[in-house]
């Protein structure tokens, strides 16, 4: 099986993968980003894209929800256009065999990077 060395973003080298791992459909490494803000933003899309979810389950009318929202994104220092940081155009993987593969709906959290490969 090849193992993801290297996580790119947009075509470049954004982290270092190590501890691979890989259980149907789901794959996790631990994640050390050259660019430390990157993977903080990251984490926090993350955060905020389980906050939603959660959001959702709660049934609130429009208004509430989006007023929680965005307190959620100002809680997080994020966007709007920083929640497009997971579209899964923007990420791959570097297997060490040269191989470059896709990585789909991205998720960081306390280090680890899982993603549906």
């Not at 497009?84 to 297997?95: A, G, P, Y």
């Not at 060490?96 to 960081?108: E, F, S």
Request: contains cysteine.
């Amino acid at each position: 099986m090849r193992t993801p060395e290297k996580l790119l973003f947009k075509g470049k080298i954004a982290a270092s993968l190590s501890k691979f791992s890989y259980e149907t459909p789901w794959a996790s490494a631990y994640a050390e980003f050259i660019d430390d803000s990157l993977g903080v933003k990251l984490s926090n899309c993350t955060t905020f894209l389980m906050y939603d979810l959660d959001l959702e389950e709660m049934d609130l009318p429009d208004k509430e929800e989006e007023v929680l929202w965005e307190k959620k994104l100002t809680e997080l220092g994020l966007t709007h256009k920083d929640l497009e940081l997971d579209k899964d155009e923007f990420w791959s993987v570097i297997c060490d065999d040269g191989t470059i593969d896709d990585v789909r709906a991205i998720r960081y959290t306390n280090g680890v990077l899982e993603w549906r490969a």
